[in-house]
């Protein structure tokens, strides 16, 4: 009888323990969302090697191919930096959300609309092509997307809209840009090949991470009554 009494509340202390504590679900979806950035960044870096090879190779003049040959040394170089970078850019964006909100995020953006009026061409070109992308994901995976910020939203006790979410795609895409500019990759023509190759190697497949997540947050007890509409399928590979 004794016994029988403590395996009932193992399992319901197990359940109430880990809705209990959102900084270690917080800490799993980003351990699951570094475990996924890593595997597709290294499937971005080997097909920016061969599509700036492929470049080169037919490249119009020497100058041309010298510079994409040296885009692509370059990137050999500095793709163990980015992925660095960008995993503890991940992880400060989630340790930020598991923090008490501040006027931070409503600065940044106030600084972002007075700076408009002098963006650049490139500037605007980067944001264009960032937009689109976004677009994409979220005319595709947006059931999933929102499903997943209402549950951070719930275990850090505050609404958290898609574009604050630090796995939205404006979040990553716009992180991933941010990376290559700190690490003084300024050819536009090479930041756009590298922003696309990271639409098809990261966001495409990210309805997989928005999967994952969630059921990661339904198994803990969090929002369980939110039903996904959207099948999850690996998107095939298009292959020259």
């Known amino acids: ?12 202390r197990s359940a109430t323990s880990a809705a209990a504590q959102p ?13 996924f950035i890593t595997r597709q960044l290294q499937e971005l870096f080997t097909s920016a090697d061969d599509t700036l090879f492929d470049m080169a190779d ?21 793709q163990g930096v980015i992925e660095k970078l960008y ?11 598991g923090r008490q909100a501040s006027t931070q995020p409503l600065e940044s953006v106030a600084t972002d609309r007075d700076s ?3 963006v650049q061409n490139d500037e605007l070109e980067e944001t264009v092509a960032i937009n689109n992308m976004v677009s994409k994901v979220m005319g595709r995976d947006a059931d999933l997307l929102e499903h997943l910020s209402a549950r951070l939203g719930h275990l850090v006790q505050r609404p958290l809209e898609a574009e604050d979410n630090p796995l939205g795609p404006h979040k990553l895409s716009r992180q991933f840009l941010d990376c290559l500019n700190q690490l003084g990759f300024e050819n536009m023509q090479i930041k756009l090949i590298l922003l696309k190759l990271f639409e098809r190697s990261v966001l495409e497949d990210l309805a997989l991470l928005y999967d994952d997540c969630n059921q990661l947050l339904v198994a803990a007890g969090i929002l369980t009554n939110l039903q996904s509409r959207q099948a999850v399928k690996k998107p095939p590979r298009v292959t020259s």
Do not use: H, I, Y
């Not at 009888?1 to 319901?12: F, R």
């Not at 020497?62 to 170089?77: H, I, K, V, Y």
């Open 58 to 78: 037919r490249a119009s003049s020497n100058q041309e191919q010298t510079g994409l040959f040296e885009a692509m040394r370059e990137l050999r170089l500095q």
């Open 87 to 97: 995993l503890q850019q991940l992880a400060a964006r989630f340790a930020s959300l």
């Open 1 to 12: 009888m004794p016994n029988k009494a403590q395996v009932v509340p193992l399992a319901g």
């Open 116 to 118: 408009m009026t002098l």
């Open 23 to 35: 900084s270690a679900l917080l800490g799993r979806v980003r351990d699951l969302a570094s475990t």
